[in-house]
């Protein structure tokens, strides 16, 4: 008797599990876009930075070892310049005028 006396729990049934699925992978992308805009603003506006016109020859890689006076990594100093820049690729074009983190 003591296992028929027990309640029993209902399941809860999922009735359209394909909107279930989109829903919760639209709420994750929401939550990690907020987290990602956050770091980057902040980090952004912590920045001191300079303008530095664009020369022949001039590289990415090498503008972000000249600026990095503190040790930083070289691929985070350039994430970071290319951050600031709204930059999507490396390929920076002669006359561009491009912001620089002073370290």
């Not at 939550?31 to 020369?55: F, M, P, Q, R, V």
């Not at 020859?57 to 709204?86: P, Q």
Request: charged share 25%; proline share 2%; net charge positive.
């Amino acid at each position: 008797m003591n296992g028929y006396n027990r309640k029993r729990r209902k399941k809860t049934r999922i009735a359209n599990k394909p909107r279930f699925t989109l829903f919760c992978i639209l709420c994750a992308l929401i939550i990690i876009t907020g987290i990602s805009t956050l770091t980057n603003a902040s980090a952004d506006k912590n920045a001191e930075t300079y303008s530095l016109c664009i020369s022949a020859g001039d590289t990415l890689w090498e503008i972000a070892r000249s600026s990095n006076t503190c040790g930083k990594d070289l691929r985070n100093v350039i994430d970071d310049i290319m951050r600031l820049n709204h930059l999507r690729s490396t390929t920076l074009q002669v006359g561009d005028v491009i912001e620089i983190p002073i370290y």
